[in-house]
Every structure is written in structure tokens, then in C-alpha cells.
């Protein structure tokens, strides 16, 4: 059974820094790419960075280029977000998601096949 087991939300100030984690299990992981995805109350959910676990390619949306870095552990099916400087504008439930990988680069598309339940960050305003 294919599970994405979301952890590391909370409540933090302006400014503050958060580490979420995406533990896996149930399939290969060095043939997908592991993507977080980000929905705010009222809209849409978003893609804000992806990685690919076999050839270590990113992305990042522009919005959290250079306050959020995305890396996984091998060694232990996990994909961490670090989250850096948050702004009240990134209060959102974080999902991470995987889809198989082709190996060139990786892009967080809603389409992505398997899912996790979330965790909710919150940055009061």
C-alpha cells in the first residue's frame, strides 16, 4: 500500500522557520519524484517545489525561491521542506505527492498520482 505521511506543521510567527517531512513507503522510491503542494483557505492548491529523488533535479515556485529548500534522504524515503522566513501569505495546508519520474528535471503538477492527508502551517498576520 502506497502511503505519503505528511509531518512538521504548526503555528509560527512572521519570520519563523518550519521543517515539514514526507515519509513514503509502498513503492520505488528513486523512480519518482516527490512534489509539495501548498492550499490556502478559499483557493486552489498549488505547486511549490518538486524534487526528483534519482537525479536530485528541482523547482521551486517563484514565490518561495530562496526561503524554501527541498531535499530528501534516501535512507529513509523522506523528502523535507525547509521553510525559511515565513510570511503570513504562506498560511496553507502542505500536502506532498509523488508521480514517477523520467528523469528530466521535475515540475509539481496537480496530476501527481499518489497523495498525502496534509499538515496545516499557519503564520498569523
Known amino acids: 500500500e502506497v502511503q505519503l505521511v505528511e509531518s512538521g506543521g504548526g503555528l509560527v510567527q512572521t519570520g519563523g522557520s518550519l521543517r515539514l517531512s514526507c515519509a513514503a513507503s509502498?513503492?520505488?522510491?528513486?523512480?519518482?519524484?516527490i512534489g509539495w503542494f501548498r492550499q490556502a483557505p478559499g483557493k486552489g492548491r498549488e505547486g511549490i517545489s518538486c524534487?526528483?529523488?534519482?537525479?536530485?533535479?528541482?523547482y521551486y515556485l517563484d514565490s518561495v525561491k530562496g526561503r524554501f529548500t527541498i531535499s530528501s534522504d534516501n535512507s529513509k524515503n523522506t523528502v523535507y521542506l525547509q521553510m525559511n522566513n515565513l510570511k503570513p501569505e504562506d498560511t496553507a495546508v502542505y500536502y506532498c505527492?509523488?508521480?514517477?519520474?523520467?528523469?528530466?528535471?521535475?515540475?509539481?503538477?496537480?496530476?501527481?498520482?499518489?497523495w498525502g492527508h496534509g499538515t496545516q502551517v499557519t503564520v498569523p498576520s
Open positions: 505527492a509523488a508521480d514517477f519520474h523520467s528523469g528530466y528535471g521535475c515540475y509539481p503538477r496537480t496530476s501527481y498520482h499518489y
Open positions: 509502498g513503492f520505488t522510491f528513486d523512480d519518482y519524484a
Open positions: 524534487i526528483g529523488i534519482d537525479d536530485g533535479s528541482t
